[in-house]
């Protein structure tokens, strides 16, 4: 592991010039996801520290410092960032991905509207409920991959429409995919737009949000993606009958009806909970689910 001495060392290699937005923007990236995959993969309180730490000092250079020869300095973070997100021979290797194609659908709570079609936000989002999930999980000893890239923000920067959300989060899953060999399920998580009374549960004297999962017919993986579906949907009821609203095939012709599901096996586009429901009912009805996956990844060694 390089010292903080050796990093300078690299960034004074170059004579001055004023570093470019799209650069500055794309190192911090690869700086986030380097340290994020230190933490995900060694999991030491000690190494998230440092890691943390390594990103605001390197991310307050590239603001303040003039430097020339950009990309010879990224190639060099980069490298660095690979070489130490590389998994120790002990450590847990991701079982779960979980992403967010529609990453901005939002809640009446958070977002101060009461029209569905406008319940949208840049941060105060359906990630968070991600977010929530994956600690859950890793709660539950289960190594979890959240996606953080931001889709819409892809979109706009594409000069693409919504429409071509999936084929945004498509690729961020492809690239998951290929360095995380491990991963056994993926899960697309939304909210969505139905009314309270059709997305709520109430089990002793709390409310949760109830949840669907969507299965795509139109790939070659659907009969084993429907099966897991099934499965998650039958474990749920054992436990919190009411909580899982069951099953939904989607038949429609398309690649975007795939919902990205004919990737790789284990694959399901949960919709939690809708507009009208909160953040909490929503972490409420994640912190369930994931104790039942933990049961049903337990039961399949």
């Known amino acids: 592991m390089q010292t903080d001495k050796e990093l300078f060392s690299i960034i004074k290699e170059t004579y001055p010039m004023n570093p470019k937005a799209d650069f500055i923007s794309k190192t911090e990236l690869h700086l986030r996801n380097a340290a994020e995959q230190m933490t995900r993969k060694r999991n030491p309180k000690l190494l998230f520290i440092t890691a943390s730490a390594f990103l605001v000092c390197m991310t307050a250079v590239l603001l303040i410092l003039p430097f020339s020869g950009g990309e010879r300095i990224y190639n060099k973070l980069v490298s660095l960032g690979e070489n130490h997100s590389k998994p120790s021979v002990s450590s847990q290797e991701p079982l779960i991905y979980i992403y967010h194609s529609h990453d901005q659908e939002s809640f009446f709570s958070e977002t101060q509207t009461t029209d569905p079609n406008k319940a949208y936000h840049p941060s105060k989002n359906i990630t968070q409920v991600g977010e929530r999930f994956s600690q859950s999980l890793m709660k539950n000893n289960i190594d979890t991959i959240h996606e953080t890239r931001d889709v819409m923000g892809s979109l706009r ?19 998951i995919l290929e360095t995380n060999k491990s991963i056994k399920m993926v899960f697309d998580i939304h909210r969505d737009a139905q009314t309270r009374n059709d997305t709520t549960f109430k089990n002793k004297g709390k409310d949760f949000a109830t949840f669907t999962l969507v299965v795509s017919r139109s790939n070659m993986y659907y009969e084993d993606n429907f099966k897991f579906a ?18 939904i095939v989607i038949s429609n012709p398309g690649n975007q009806s795939t919902y990205n599901q004919d990737l790789i096996s284990g694959s399901i586009l949960l919709n939690i909970g809708g507009v009208e429901n909160t953040l909490e009912e929503e972490y409420r009805t994640v912190d369930v689910l994931a104790k039942v996956i933990a049961e049903i990844l337990k039961a399949e060694k």
């Open 157 to 175: 920067k594409r000069g693409l429409s919504f429409s071509n959300s999936y084929s945004v989060s498509r690729e961020f899953l492809t690239d």
């Open 230 to 247: 099934e499965s998650l949907h039958n474990k749920m009821e054992e436990k919190y009958p009411g909580l899982s609203n069951g099953v």
